[in-house]
């Protein structure tokens, strides 16, 4: 099983970036997937995460509801992070993860990608 994040980079507060996790060696419909970030300063932290069939079954950390989505398209193998009004505090490495489960759930995840980096200057 791989999970490839990217789309990290250098972004001003305010921004929108994007980003993909793509998979590969699962049966991705099968997986539930999601976004978790974690800083020097602070321990890995649940950030967004998607069922297996998204639709409704979503979660958001409350740090970033309303700023931040989470989709699927499973045809591409594929989960994206749409984040907006990003701030400084958002700063972090940002790491896919996927459970074979069809709810999402904020921990106890097995399989891990490698993490981008999101950095935002104010």
């Known amino acids: 099983v791989q999970l490839q994040a990217s789309g990290g980079g250098l972004v001003q507060a305010g921004g929108s970036p994007r980003l993909s996790c793509a998979a590969s060696g699962l049966v991705f419909s099968s997986y539930a997937v999601a976004w978790f970030r974690q800083t020097p300063e602070k321990e890995r932290e649940f950030v967004t995460g998607?069922?297996?069939?998204?639709?409704?079954?979503?979660k958001h950390a409350d740090s970033v509801k309303g700023r931040f989505g989470i989709s699927r398209d499973n045809a591409k193998n594929t989960v994206y992070l749409q984040m907006n009004s990003l701030k400084p505090d958002d700063t972090a490495v940002y790491y896919c993860?996927?459970?074979?489960?069809?709810?999402?759930?904020?921990?106890?995840?097995?399989?891990w990608g490698q993490g981008t980096q999101v950095t935002v200057s104010s």
């Open positions: 998607i069922g297996r069939w998204g639709g409704s079954n979503i």
């Open positions: 993860a996927a459970r074979r489960s069809a709810l999402v759930t904020t921990s106890d995840y097995g399989y």
